[in-house]
Structures are given as structure tokens and as C-alpha cells.
């Protein structure tokens, strides 16, 4: 799923409820129901959801990009429901003990850390924050495939126990790459703020 800042600049619509948006709201609202379904047990149900997000998520921002269809509105829903969905899986899968319990708390403090390091960032260099870097990314793909990978194994009754165990270590490493990458990213960033600060 995509992971876009929402705060750097986008060409906005004067129709804000248009259909990119309304797949969006459609795919936060399917936040309650997935975590539902997983703490009722039925994982299939959960997983095709699951991949029904995934495709709408596609598809907002294909159609948002051929109609010029972003808005403002669009630009903050889109990562909040992605974020939404995927730590609300995480969460469930981790209450269910089906996913390490380290590693929801990892990933939770993870996106925890950078909301409140862009925050910071705002405040301290009066400036927006730009898109992803790489490795978070990475990460982000490797949460969602990681997610994939259990509700499947558990919908399907598949054999993916070393596939699990593998996806969380690495989810797990790039989580903490992803973390101290931002960290090196904002104190980069923030000691030239105080240079151009200290000029005559």
C-alpha cells in the first residue's frame, strides 16, 4: 500500500468528495470490520478485505492521477487509512497471538516516533515534511506482505510457519532502519535550520 506524506504540496479540486476520496473513506471504514472478523476468527474473511483495501488503495490513486483528481482532503485521508489498516492489523494479529507481540509494539512505536518526529520537525525548521524516504518504503511493503502472508496462512490453512518467522525479522529490521534513517534524516536537517539561524 502507498505511504505518502501528507504534508508536502498537492494540486487540490474544487470536488473533494470525488471518487478517489470516497474509495479512500471506504477503505478507513473497513479499518472496525477487519479487526472484527480477526477477533471472530475467520481469517479468509479478513484476508480478502484485506486485499479488497489493497486494490481500492491502487485505485484511488490511479484514477486520482488521470482525472487530476487530488485534493487537499485526499492527501491526509490516503496514508491515515493505510496506516489505520495495517497497525489495526497488526494489532489484532498480535492480540490473537498470531504475530510477536515485540514486533506490533515495534511497529506501532515506529509509526508513533515519525508522526511526532514531523511534528517536531514542522516546529523547530518551519518546514513541511517531504515524502518517504526508501528504506521506510521497504518497510511499509514488507508490513504489508508480512500481513498478507499470515492472514493467508491462517484463511488457507497454509504451511507458512518459516515464512512467517523470516517476514517478522525482517519486518523487524526494517523497522529499527527505517527509525534510525528518519532520526539521521531530522538532526541533518535540523542542525543546518539552526546554521541558517545563526546567520548575520
Known sequence: MAHASACYRVR??????????????GRLLSVPVTVWLISDGRML?????????????????????LFNARTLLGTYLDPLADKALLVSIYVALGWQGELESWLVIMVVFRDVFIIGGVLLM???TDRAADRPIFISKVNTAMQLVLASVVLAHLGFGLGLSLVIALLTYLVALTT?????????VWWSRIAQSAKVGDRP
Not at 176 to 184: F, K, T
Request: net charge negative; glycine share 6%.
Open 45 to 65: 474473511a479478513a484476508f480478502w478485505l484485506f486485499v479488497a483495501a489493497g486494490v481500492s488503495d491502487a485505485l484511488d490513486g490511479l484514477l486520482a492521477r
Open 176 to 184: 529499527l532502519a527505517s527509525g534510525i534513517a528518519y532520526l539521521a
Open 12 to 25: 487540490t479540486t474544487v470536488n473533494t468528495l470525488n471518487l478517489p476520496n470516497l474509495l479512500t473513506l
Open 122 to 124: 514542522y516546529v523547530v
